[in-house]
C-alpha cells in the first residue's frame, strides 16, 4: 500500500512539473515574440533638448529603465536606472555604443539581445519622450 501512495505521489509530482513547464514554456514563447516585435527608431538628436530624459520599456521578463542625459544635441550619458533581467546584464553595454554612434542604429550586445533591444527602446522612449515635451 505505501507503495502505492509513493507512486501516486510521484506522479502528481511528475504531473504538477510538467504542467508548469508547458506553462513557462508558453510564458518564454510569449515573451519571445515580445522581443522579436521591437522595432527600434532612431532618434534625430537635433531635436531633443538639453537634459536628463527619463524612459523605461518592459516585457513580461525583462525590463528596464534609463536616464539620457542630452546637451547641445548630443548624448553625454545614459544611465540604467534599472534593469529587470535573467542573464542578459552584459546587454547594459549597448549604451556604450549608443553614446559612440550618437544614434539607436547599433549592434545588439552577443548573447544579451533581448536584454539590449530593451535597453535600447527604453534609451528610445526617453528621447522621444523629451522631443514630445
Known sequence: ?????????????????????????????????QVDAIV?????????PDGRHF????????SAEVAVTVLNNRIHNIEILRHATGRGSSGEGVK?????????????IARATASSKIILKAIEVAL?????Q
Open 1 to 33: 500500500m505505501r507503495n502505492k501512495t509513493l507512486w501516486g505521489v510521484a506522479l502528481v509530482a511528475l504531473l504538477f512539473v510538467g504542467g508548469a513547464s508547458s506553462v513557462q514554456a508558453l510564458g518564454l514563447s510569449e515573451y519571445q515574440e
Open 40 to 48: 527600434i527608431e532612431d532618434v534625430d538628436l537635433q531635436q531633443v
Open 55 to 62: 524612459g523605461t520599456y518592459d516585457t513580461n521578463l525583462v
Open 96 to 108: 556604450d555604443r549608443v553614446i559612440e554612434a550618437q544614434s539607436l542604429d547599433v549592434d545588439t
Open 128 to 132: 522621444t519622450d523629451a522631443k514630445a
